[in-house]
């Protein structure tokens, strides 16, 4: 069994959304995980790409930046632990 070199690159973002899902798991920080789940979601768009479906490519990218500027604003409005800067 031979592999060409799109199934190396497809094994690759397989790979990077597995780490990409464990990190988000095990991050404390809610800012750290919501930056890594923006990379889950554009390698997420890639591997769509790469399966020569746009349309879902589109849709995960919509979505994705959707769920993280909603999440990012969640986290600046609720998290204790941020640092706030006073005047």
């Given at each position: ?8 690159w497809?094994?690759a973002?397989m790979i990077?959304?597995v780490?990409a899902?464990?990190?988000m798991?095990?991050?404390k920080?809610?800012m750290?995980a919501v930056?890594?789940f923006?990379?889950y979601?554009?390698?997420m ?7 020569n479906?746009?349309d879902?490519?589109?849709?995960e990218?919509?979505?994705g930046?959707?769920m ?10 609720t ?5 706030v800067?006073k005047?």
């Open positions: 069994m031979y592999f060409e070199a799109f199934d190396y497809l094994m973002l990077i959304l780490v899902a464990l990190a798991y095990f991050l920080n809610l750290h930056i890594v923006g990379a979601s554009v390698t768009v890639l591997v769509w790409l790469t399966m479906t746009p879902l490519a589109i849709t990218a919509a979505a930046i959707c993280t500027v909603l999440m990012m604003v969640v986290i600046m409005r998290d204790p632990n941020r640092k800067r005047k």
